[in-house]
């Protein structure tokens, strides 16, 4: 009994070892690379105004106030937002714009810095640098 459980032992230990050293199957050279799957959050729904690392706790935003593009100057975003806790925050933000067909204009964004004081509001500003310019969004980050 016990030479028949050390020759099934010898066994599976060759078996296994002859897959250890490339005997058995090859890898599968012909897959595909990963891809991204569908976004589900439809076309144009995206959020102009996005929070990021847990800002959305901590600040509401007003309604913006959109000017332009017109033949005297590009457009130019107003947004007012404000801090809910009784904290200060320093955050960072930048404005991006890109064309009615999503032309992105703004190729390296600068993000600029805001303190803002406990409870109270401040207002976001920026200028399109291209009259082509007619969508935009902000980006708003803790610092």
């Known amino acids: 009994m016990r ?16 897959g250890l050293l490339g005997c058995g199957p090859g890898p599968d050279n012909v897959m595909a690379p990963n ?65 009615a067909d999503g032309e992105q204009l703004t190729t390296d964004p600068i993000w600029h810095q805001q303190q803002i004081a406990p409870r109270t509001r401040v207002f976001l500003q920026s200028n399109a640098l291209s009259q082509r310019a007619t969508k935009w969004q902000l980006e708003i980050r803790g610092h």
Do not use: C, Q
């Open 3 to 18: 030479s028949r459980i050390w020759k099934f032992g010898a066994m599976l230990l060759v078996a296994g070892s002859t």
């Open 35 to 99: 891809t991204a799957a569908p976004d589900p959050l439809p076309e144009g729904a995206y959020p102009e105004i996005v929070l990021l690392n847990g800002l959305e706790h901590v600040v509401v935003k007003e309604k913006p106030t959109v000017t332009g593009p017109t033949s005297e100057g590009p457009l130019n975003v107003r947004v007012p937002i404000r801090s809910v806790t009784d904290e200060w925050l320093r955050i960072e933000y930048r404005f991006m714009y890109s064309t």
